[in-house]
């Protein structure tokens, strides 16, 4: 048996030596000695080119500063401009609600003067009319023509059928599910419905319908005859309310709005009202005209 000395026994190895790779990594020795050598060759290269490579590293930092604190005044002279804006925005938009709301009284102070001159023109055309039988049977003849074209106002019972959006609304008004809301083709369904079962005249939060009027929407806006509605909608049927309300049980028109009212807590509902006026539509325009008696 061959001793073994004491010396001969294999050194003690590193209590790392098996992570030797990442403790390479972390002292920043290279694994191959051909990644320092080129590196020392770019370094030279930088040298002998007469660029200081700390200094380019601060002039990097220094242009990411500047470029920082321009966005940063940037961002800051944008947000005093929307501050100094808001002012003036509102400033605009009362002045806009004011010249609407004037608006808005000058076009109803000369609906109430149109409403006086065509009563006072009725009057004095009636007159007249009255003094022979031609003129007697004219004006009969005018006054069934008028009621047919909404020339005339109409008075008398009428049932009263209300649409209102959903009452579930959110914080600014409007209604939480959109399908809660009453639209155009809504309100034509119903007047077509009053129409079928024998109303004689109707009108619509007031104003009075022809059948040539349209009702449409313009945006979240219901309009006749290019004049908006408020809500809730009242559609308002001259008549013998019994037999309207009869009449529209059933029909597609009643079947429609229960359902809106069922699935979208739309209102719905009917009422009978006695004495009730409508007044007379808009000038209406002729489109032709022939002589009397051809």
């Known amino acids: 048996m061959i001793a ?14 098996s992570m030797s790779l990442l403790a390479d990594l972390f002292s920043g020795k290279l694994l191959d000695h051909g990644y320092a050598e080129a590196a020392a060759r770019r370094a030279a290269a930088a040298r002998e080119a007469g660029d200081p490579g700390p200094a380019r590293g601060r002039l990097r930092g220094g242009g990411v500063l500047l470029v920082l604190v321009l966005a940063g005044t940037l961002i ?3 947000g005093a401009e929307v501050r100094r804006g808001e002012p003036v925005a509102a400033e605009q938009r009362s ?11 000058e076009t109803d102070a000369l609906q109430r003067r149109l409403d006086r001159l065509r009563a006072e023109t009725e009057r004095r055309r009636a007159a007249a009319l009255a003094r022979s039988e031609d003129g007697r049977r004219a004006r009969r003849t005018l006054a069934l023509a008028g009621a047919a074209a909404a020339a005339a106002p109409a008075t ?8 209102d959006d959903a009452p579930h609304d959110e914080p600014d008004g409007r209604p939480a599910d959109t399908g809660g809301r009453v639209y155009d083709q809504d309100l034509q369904v119903l007047v077509n419905g009053l ?19 349209a009702i449409r929407a313009a945006g ?3 309009l006749v005859d ?22 529209l049980s059933g029909s597609a028109a009643d079947r429609r709005l229960r359902a809106l009212n069922e699935r979208f807590e739309i209102r719905y509902d009917t009422r009978r009202s006695s004495g009730v006026r409508l007044p007379a539509a808009g000038a209406v325009r002729l489109r032709y005209a022939r002589e009397a008696g051809r």
Do not use: F, K, S
């Open 156 to 163: 008398g019972d009428a049932l009263i059928v209300t649409l």
């Open 195 to 213: 129409w079928a079962a024998g109303a004689a005249a109707i009108g619509v939060n007031g104003q009075r319908l022809t059948p040539a009027t």
């Open 95 to 105: 002045r806009l609600v004011d010249a609407i709301h004037a608006r808005t009284a």
């Open 226 to 247: 290019y004049r908006p509605l408020g809500r809730p909608y009242e559609v308002t049927a001259l008549g013998d309310p019994g037999r309207l309300r009869d009449a």
């Open 4 to 17: 073994q000395r004491e010396d001969d026994d294999p050194p003690a190895g590193r209590p790392d030596a």
């Open 220 to 222: 979240e806006a219901i």
């Open 76 to 78: 800051a002279v944008a």
